[in-house]
Protein backbone atom coordinates (compact mmCIF):
# COMPACT_ATOMS: atom_id res chain seq x y z
CA UNK A 1 0.00 0.00 0.00
CA UNK A 2 1.15 3.03 -1.03
CA UNK A 3 -0.14 6.89 0.49
CA UNK A 4 0.81 10.52 -1.13
CA UNK A 5 -0.01 13.37 -0.25
CA UNK A 6 0.14 16.77 -1.83
CA UNK A 7 1.26 20.27 -0.43
CA UNK A 8 2.09 23.38 -1.74
CA UNK A 9 -1.63 24.68 -3.61
CA UNK A 10 -2.47 28.27 -3.00
CA UNK A 11 -3.48 31.69 -4.49
CA UNK A 12 -1.36 32.85 -7.19
CA UNK A 13 -1.88 35.87 -9.69
CA UNK A 14 -1.62 34.94 -13.24
CA UNK A 15 1.98 34.80 -14.79
CA UNK A 16 3.00 34.00 -11.19
CA UNK A 17 4.32 30.26 -10.35
CA UNK A 18 3.82 27.73 -7.61
CA UNK A 19 5.60 24.35 -6.38
CA UNK A 20 3.65 21.83 -5.67
CA UNK A 21 5.38 18.24 -3.80
CA UNK A 22 4.05 15.25 -2.92
CA UNK A 23 5.46 12.80 -0.45
CA UNK A 24 4.88 9.28 -0.93
CA UNK A 25 4.66 6.61 2.06
CA UNK A 26 6.39 3.76 0.23
CA UNK A 27 9.09 1.52 0.34
CA UNK A 28 10.58 0.80 -2.76
CA UNK A 29 9.58 4.24 -4.02
CA UNK A 30 11.92 3.86 -6.70
CA UNK A 31 9.30 0.59 -7.97
CA UNK A 32 6.97 3.43 -8.97
CA UNK A 33 6.53 6.16 -12.04
CA UNK A 34 4.57 9.30 -10.44
CA UNK A 35 2.32 11.65 -11.81
CA UNK A 36 0.15 14.91 -11.92
CA UNK A 37 -3.24 15.30 -12.93
CA UNK A 38 -5.59 17.88 -12.22
CA UNK A 39 -9.57 18.86 -12.43
CA UNK A 40 -11.50 21.47 -12.56
CA UNK A 41 -14.75 22.18 -11.40
CA UNK A 42 -17.55 20.75 -14.22
CA UNK A 43 -14.36 18.88 -16.24
CA UNK A 44 -12.91 15.98 -16.16
CA UNK A 45 -9.82 14.99 -14.63
CA UNK A 46 -6.44 15.65 -16.96
CA UNK A 47 -3.29 13.90 -16.66
CA UNK A 48 -0.59 16.40 -17.23
CA UNK A 49 2.50 15.37 -16.23
CA UNK A 50 4.07 12.27 -15.32
CA UNK A 51 7.46 10.68 -14.28
CA UNK A 52 9.70 7.44 -14.60
CA UNK A 53 11.01 5.72 -11.73
CA UNK A 54 14.69 7.14 -12.15
CA UNK A 55 13.78 10.54 -13.16
CA UNK A 56 15.21 10.32 -16.18
CA UNK A 57 11.56 10.19 -18.47
CA UNK A 58 9.34 12.49 -17.96
CA UNK A 59 6.15 13.36 -20.02
CA UNK A 60 3.99 16.47 -20.72
CA UNK A 61 0.26 17.17 -21.63
CA UNK A 62 0.53 19.80 -24.62
CA UNK A 63 -1.55 22.45 -21.98
CA UNK A 64 1.38 22.48 -19.51
CA UNK A 65 4.38 21.94 -21.87
CA UNK A 66 7.29 24.27 -21.33
CA UNK A 67 5.71 25.43 -18.26
CA UNK A 68 5.66 22.82 -15.51
CA UNK A 69 8.97 20.75 -14.70
CA UNK A 70 8.42 17.19 -12.86
CA UNK A 71 10.77 15.93 -10.34
CA UNK A 72 11.80 13.32 -7.91
CA UNK A 73 13.84 12.09 -5.36
CA UNK A 74 14.10 9.22 -4.41
CA UNK A 75 15.75 9.50 -1.23
CA UNK A 76 13.17 11.69 -0.10
CA UNK A 77 10.12 9.86 -1.43
CA UNK A 78 9.31 13.11 -3.43
CA UNK A 79 7.90 14.57 -6.20
CA UNK A 80 7.76 18.11 -7.12
CA UNK A 81 5.69 19.76 -9.87
CA UNK A 82 7.32 23.41 -10.39
CA UNK A 83 4.70 25.63 -11.99
CA UNK A 84 5.68 28.42 -14.30
CA UNK A 85 3.43 31.39 -16.55
CA UNK A 86 0.25 30.37 -14.12
CA UNK A 87 -3.03 31.34 -16.07
CA UNK A 88 -6.26 30.93 -14.76
CA UNK A 89 -7.35 28.26 -16.88
CA UNK A 90 -4.36 26.47 -14.85
CA UNK A 91 -6.96 26.67 -12.08
CA UNK A 92 -7.82 23.31 -10.55
CA UNK A 93 -7.58 20.71 -7.82
CA UNK A 94 -4.14 18.96 -8.50
CA UNK A 95 -3.68 14.88 -7.42
CA UNK A 96 -0.46 13.20 -7.08
CA UNK A 97 -0.27 9.48 -8.14
CA UNK A 98 1.82 7.03 -7.90
CA UNK A 99 1.59 3.61 -10.26
CA UNK A 100 3.53 0.35 -10.88
CA UNK A 101 6.77 0.91 -13.27
CA UNK A 102 6.72 -1.23 -15.97
CA UNK A 103 9.25 -0.03 -18.16
CA UNK A 104 11.58 3.06 -19.10
CA UNK A 105 9.00 5.08 -19.70
CA UNK A 106 5.75 6.44 -17.81
CA UNK A 107 2.35 6.47 -19.44
CA UNK A 108 -0.26 9.60 -18.49
CA UNK A 109 -3.70 7.83 -17.96
CA UNK A 110 -5.59 7.34 -15.02
CA UNK A 111 -5.33 3.43 -15.07
CA UNK A 112 -2.13 3.51 -14.79
CA UNK A 113 -1.63 4.34 -11.35
CA UNK A 114 -3.14 2.55 -8.42
CA UNK A 115 -2.58 5.29 -5.52
CA UNK A 116 -3.60 8.55 -5.10
CA UNK A 117 -3.62 11.60 -2.86
CA UNK A 118 -6.60 14.22 -1.51
CA UNK A 119 -4.98 16.58 -3.39
CA UNK A 120 -4.61 20.39 -3.13
CA UNK A 121 -6.02 23.20 -4.73
CA UNK A 122 -4.23 26.06 -7.28
CA UNK A 123 -6.02 28.97 -7.78
CA UNK A 124 -4.70 31.27 -10.28
CA UNK A 125 -6.13 34.78 -10.41
CA UNK A 126 -6.75 37.20 -13.30
Known amino acids: QVQVEESGGGLVQAGGSLNLSCLAS????????MGWFRQAPGKEREGISC????????YYADSVKGRFTISRDNAENTVTLQMESLKSEDTAMYYC???????????????????WGQGTEVTVSS
Open 26 to 33: ASGFDDYV
Open 51 to 58: INWSGTYA
Open 97 to 115: AAGPSNGAECELESYAFDY
